[in-house]
């Protein structure tokens, strides 16, 4: 634990997921990749305080993607900077699934760590994912 809390929760804590949130220079266009890629549809736009649409969603599974807009973001260098999280989807058949990907705008890095366990990509905003087949 960190921080001065040093007491033990007395009830184990059993959260969920509501809302996982990425930032990107296209919110919208990085909303519609993963919600294509998961078979949904981006479902919900948010404005900022001057009325423009500057954040997407949707819900898979009952848990909200949220993608917001940001002009400075930048995209991690990836494999020299640690990422600080990313998402692995699984796909049934993983090499159409990656065709297919490709084919929406995501990018095959050279750096390949998973060998034949998966497949990293970086999506249309420059961050890496990974796929893997159906286990």
């Not at 919110?27 to 948010?46: C, D, I, N, P, S």
Request: glycine residues 8%; hydrophobic residues 35%.
């Amino acid at each position: 634990m960190t921080g001065n809390n040093t007491h033990a929760p007395t009830t184990p804590l059993s959260g969920t997921i509501m809302c996982q949130a990425m930032w990107a220079r296209d919110g919208r266009k990085l909303a519609e990749f993963y919600a294509t890629a998961l078979g949904t549809k981006v479902t919900q736009a948010f404005p900022n305080e001057e009325g423009e649409e500057v954040a997407f969603a949707f819900r898979v599974n009952g848990t909200m993607y949220l993608f917001y807009t940001s002009p400075s973001y930048t995209a991690p260098e990836w494999p020299e900077q640690e990422l600080p999280f990313h998402m692995d989807l699984v796909f049934d058949d993983v090499r159409a699934a990656e065709e297919q990907l490709l084919e929406m705008g995501a990018t095959k890095p050279g750096h390949q760590p998973g060998g034949k366990h998966w497949t990293v990509l970086l999506d249309p905003s420059g961050q890496p994912f990974c796929i893997h087949g159906a286990r």
